[in-house]
């Protein structure tokens, strides 16, 4: 019967047909394996190399630029580094090769979903994917990159050898977002050569080295891990992918705006960060604080601000995986109230002595008590510090000159910097000065010691001190040299002791003094065994009454 189909044949020309779009869909659009990095502590960085980062013409570079492990950054200017800072060789750019290391082993490490090799990159349309070249890669013309609607879109480039464009070429994508740059990754297993007037969207990750030749543009950024990057009248521009690249979440930076201070007045505020991975670290990337105040890496504004008026800072703050954002403050201080005439008293300070205790207080007058004294320049002569309180007191060291500044402030921060010179003379050659006796009769314990140490030669009186060792249990030793007690332990007991005498002249003499256990006397012998004798004899006494009853 003509048009008559059997059912059978119309299903198998259905699963024919399927298996055929299918196809089509596959050779299209590659399977979605791809994923995008992470690039930690290389997330801030526009430009990093390896060797060197070196600069013709006036490029400009949005976002941080270093190069670790070499240290050498040339021809800025005339190029300029724009929202981000130059990082020679620090802990910074370290930080960020080793992260660059691990994101390009990642990107390796992602299976292909079409292979390229042999194919130029101009007039191709891609959608996203892992599209691999054995070896180099070449770009003649224009590639198009279809984010299919995806502002989260991830493209990744994976070449064997070199990546090299013609003059005049460019990538594009299209039907993404604002951030679509941020999720195409070219891995380029040696250098990558862009020629003149190229633009190129993403990030290069080079084994080697990186060439932007004359006017040539990178929108994303140029990491290479061994070699140097070379610019040439070029721009390259991260501001799309720093704050928020692949993987970095939305984070806050609270307070927005920091309280006003007062000159002369401490001042601290903490900034936090929230959204990310903790712990933050953060800096300052354009603008400069008030005089005297500074930011930690904890995040704390503080210190005493020296003058008035009105600072614009931008503060960056960012997680333990190198996404971050910034907030830019103003930060005023208001002029302190004004400071009365302060006077410190006395204006110069008496000569000292070797040797010789000093003391000598300043005082403040004119402002609000009470007031606290420091050096501020300059030092005391050995021997001698000054306290909050305002006393100069020690006992000098060495004969001199010694220049020192000291402040004092009153209660509401106001104060007043006097310069000193204090003189210390040499004091008065000592003679040579002699204790006695040599030597200490031994003491017995339980048995009253006494024994007086004396000093000669030098000026009275004399003063007397254990120096090293200790005196045996039960004897002190008095300022008058008087060694006395009741010994409780015996022992051999070794220490030195020290005369001074009224000049601060002294001598040391170590002594031994030996402490026996005390022996009966005979009449206390006589008395126990008289005790014995007796007891025996009433012992055996009772022994006979016992019998005789």
């Known amino acids: 019967m003509l048009g008559w189909r059997s059912p059978l044949n119309t299903h198998r020309r259905l699963v024919v047909a399927g298996l055929g779009l299918a196809a089509l869909v596959a050779a299209v659009s590659p399977a979605t394996a791809q994923t995008a990095p992470s690039l930690g502590a290389a ?74 090799t042999g194919q130029d990159l101009g007039g191709l349309t891609l959608t996203p994917g892992v599209y691999c070249f054995s070896v180099g890669a070449q770009l003649t013309g224009t590639v198009t990159l279809n984010a299919l609607g995806n502002p989260a879109a991830v493209f990744v ?83 799309a992918c720093i704050a928020g690249g692949p993987g970095c979440p939305p984070i806050v930076l609270s307070p927005a705006t920091l309280p006003n201070g007062t000159v002369g007045v401490a001042y601290s505020h903490t900034i936090v960060g929230s959204g990310g991975a903790a712990p933050y670290t953060f800096t300052v990337t354009s603008g400069t604080l008030p005089a005297g105040l500074t930011l ?163 000026t009275g009186p004399y003063t007397f001190t254990v120096t090293s060792g200790a005196l045996p249990a039960g004897l002190t030793l008095t300022t008058a040299g008087l060694l006395a007690g009741t010994p409780t332990a015996a022992a051999s007991y070794t220490f030195t002791i020290r005369g001074t005498d009224a000049n601060g002249c002294f001598a040391d003499i170590p002594l031994t003094l030996v402490v026996t256990t005390a022996v009966p006397t005979l009449p206390q012998v006589g008395l126990l065994l008289l005790g014995a004798g007796l007891t025996a004899l009433g012992y055996a006494r009772l022994r006979r009454r016992a019998r005789a009853a």
């Open 157 to 239: 480039f994976k070449i064997g050898s070199t990546l090299t464009t013609a003059s005049g070429s460019s990538v594009v994508v299209i039907n993404g977002g604002v951030q679509s740059p941020c999720g195409v990754f070219w891995q380029v297993g040696s250098s990558a050569t862009l020629g003149s007037s190229t633009s190129l969207v993403g990030n290069i990750l080079a084994l080697t080295s990186i060439t932007l030749t004359a006017g040539a543009s990178v929108t994303g950024r140029a990491l290479a891990r061994n070699g140097a990057v070379t610019l040439d009248a070029s721009a390259v521009n991260a501001a």
């Open 43 to 116: 997330q801030s960085y526009a430009v990093l190399g390896g060797a060197a980062v070196t600069n013709t013409g006036p490029t400009v570079v949005t976002g941080d630029l270093g190069v670790s492990p070499g240290s050498a950054v040339t021809g800025f200017p005339p190029g300029v580094v724009t929202s981000g800072t130059i990082h020679a060789a620090d802990a910074s750019a370290a930080s960020a090769q080793s992260a660059v290391t691990t994101a390009y082993n990642n990107l390796a490490s992602q299976p292909c979903t079409q292979d390229l």
């Open 296 to 458: 930690t890496t904890g995040g704390v504004v503080a210190g005493t601000p020296t003058a008035p008026g009105n600072s614009t800072v931008t503060i960056r703050g960012t997680d333990a995986n190198g996404c971050f954002t910034e907030i830019t403050v103003t930060l005023v201080i208001a002029a302190g109230p004004v400071c009365p005439p302060i006077t410190l008293l006395p204006a110069t300070l008496p000569n000292g002595t070797t040797a010789v205790a000093y003391s000598q207080t300043i005082v403040g007058s004119g402002g609000t008590g009470p007031y606290t004294f420091a050096v501020t320049s300059g030092t005391l002569p050995a021997g001698l510090t000054l306290t909050t309180a305002g006393v100069v007191a020690g006992t000098p060291t060495a004969a001199g000159s010694s220049t020192a500044t000291i402040r004092g402030t009153d209660a509401n921060g106001c104060f007043l910097d006097i310069t000193v010179t204090l003189v210390i003379v040499s004091g008065p050659a000592c003679p040579p000065i002699t204790l006695t006796p040599a030597t200490l009769p031994n003491g017995t314990t339980a048995v009253a010691y006494s024994q007086t140490i004396v000093g000669s030669g030098g």
